[in-house]
């Protein structure tokens, strides 16, 4: 089962559970049969990307190992962000090259995230205060996943 038909029925369940459908009640072993590929598949993902992970950034307890990046010095230092620590000869470039390659591939069968969240993703546009940010309504072309 590809990762568009795994995504696939796992749509068609929620909107059934959702309905509170009875069809769920008399398909109770199936449901539980996909979830539980569901999560070896997802567990699967998730063990590649610790993998990348562990390849360019030194690890602490299972977590890229972060520092703090100040920003001006002695009484005017403030915390700027965290980053993860970089082992020798690796540079975060080649990590997010890598890490796109393999969402893409596997995850969207898209050649980015955008041009997946563009095609599929009804976005709308939510203004926080002085920041606007674009948040998923909704999902179009669903039948094509």
């Not at 992970?53 to 920003?71: A, L």
């Not at 540079?91 to 890490?99: G, L």
Request: glycine share 6%.
């Amino acid at each position: 089962m590809t990762n568009r038909e795994l995504l696939q029925m796992h749509n068609e369940i929620t909107m059934l559970r959702a309905k509170s459908s009875v069809i769920i009640w008399f398909n109770q072993g199936r449901v539980n049969e996909f979830y539980k590929q569901y999560q070896i598949r997802i567990n699967t993902i998730m063990d590649n990307i610790k993998a990348i992970q562990s390849r360019y950034f030194e690890m602490e307890n299972g977590k890229p190992k972060m520092i703090d990046v100040y920003d001006g010095e002695g009484d005017n230092k403030k915390l700027v962000k965290k980053e993860p620590v970089l082992l020798i000869g690796k540079t975060i470039e080649q990590c997010q090259v890598e890490y796109d390659a393999f969402l893409d591939k596997e995850l969207l069968g898209f050649g980015s995230y955008y041009t997946f969240r563009a095609r599929y993703a009804d976005m709308v546009d939510r203004v926080f205060g002085n920041r606007r940010v674009r948040i998923v309504r909704g999902y179009q072309r669903l039948d094509e996943l």
